[in-house]
């Protein structure tokens, strides 16, 4: 499975952003999708994950009514949609599949969200 995500870049405080993730590979057995992020000198966080099946999510509470997770089954992409982005939203935002059954984990390369004040 490789991830290559997109959408990042720099913008004002209370502005929106939309990441992409694109998909390629066998996605058999992948059964979880998640956004993460990693701000400097902390550990990598979640953001947002969504199972795959039912389309269940589950949220930070950081981001919560702020950022959505979705994906676009046809085209093989995951979304994280941000709204009211706030300087503390600054990190690089990593997409992530995996298939927990099978013990499998995948990453993105990451794409980075600047937020400013």
């Known amino acids: 499975v490789q991830l290559v995500e997109s959408g990042g870049g720099l913008v004002q405080a209370g502005g929106s952003l939309r990441l992409s993730c694109a998909a390629s590979?066998?996605?058999?057995?992948?059964?979880?999708l998640g956004w993460y992020r990693q701000a400097p000198g902390k550990q990598r966080e979640l953001v947002a994950t969504?199972?795959?099946?039912?389309?269940?999510?589950n949220y930070a509470d950081s981001v919560k009514d702020r950022f959505t997770i979705s994906r676009d089954n046809a085209k093989n992409t995951l979304y994280l949609q941000m709204n009211s982005l706030k300087p503390e939203d600054t990190a690089v935002y990593y997409c992530?599949?995996?298939?927990?059954?099978?013990?499998?984990?995948?990453w993105g390369q990451g794409t980075q969200v600047t937020v400013s004040s």
């Open positions: 969504m199972i795959s099946g039912g389309g269940r999510t």
């Open positions: 992530n599949a995996a298939a927990t059954f099978q013990n499998r984990l995948y």
């Open positions: 590979g066998s996605m058999f057995g992948i059964n979880v």
